[in-house]
């Protein structure tokens, strides 16, 4: 699978230390979409945003972005049409967040869960497959998609 991965300085050394070689000993192909240098005064929008075009653009299947908690993130990510990411710091909403509303976006806060769980949490993400045989989810989901073009 191809997975686009972005990290602020709040997350570098664990996107390029353990994430990306992690991924790769999986048999994905990572697309690195920054930061490239550790820099305690980049702006975690710029890496969510870099994320978010690869998805939106079909240049990779999944994201993941890293920033102190998760929140920023998010938030940017969501901006982007198409995308749906979502804070996961539990191995629950990780699965369950592909599985019923198709989040495409994984986003964790380096600062608030460990090595161990994030390792736990992005292989039920990477996993999991949209519920698009179950009609009560591809209902909910095409009304998000409803409102995404209602306010695009």
């Not at 690869?54 to 240049?59: E, M, P, Q, T």
Request: aromatic share 6%; proline share 1%; net charge negative.
């Amino acid at each position: 699978m191809k997975i686009a991965i972005g990290a602020d300085h709040n997350g570098f050394e664990l996107k390029n230390n353990v994430l990306i070689p992690w991924l790769k000993s999986q048999g994905h192909q990572v697309i690195d979409s920054g930061a490239y240098d550790h820099n305690s005064e980049d702006d975690y929008p710029d890496f969510a945003n870099n994320v978010a075009m690869a998805i939106s653009s079909s240049k990779a299947e999944k994201g993941i972005i890293i920033c102190g908690s998760g929140v920023g993130a998010s938030i940017t990510a969501n901006k982007v049409k198409g995308i749906r990411a979502a804070i996961c710091h539990d191995t629950y909403s990780a699965k369950q967040g592909v599985e019923h509303d198709d989040m495409n976006i994984v986003c964790i806060g380096s600062k608030i869960i460990g090595e161990q769980m994030i390792h736990d949490i992005l292989e039920l993400f990477i996993n999991a497959s949209f519920s698009d045989h179950e009609e009560r989810f591809v209902r909910r989901l095409n009304k998000v998609l409803d409102i995404e073009a209602q306010n695009s």
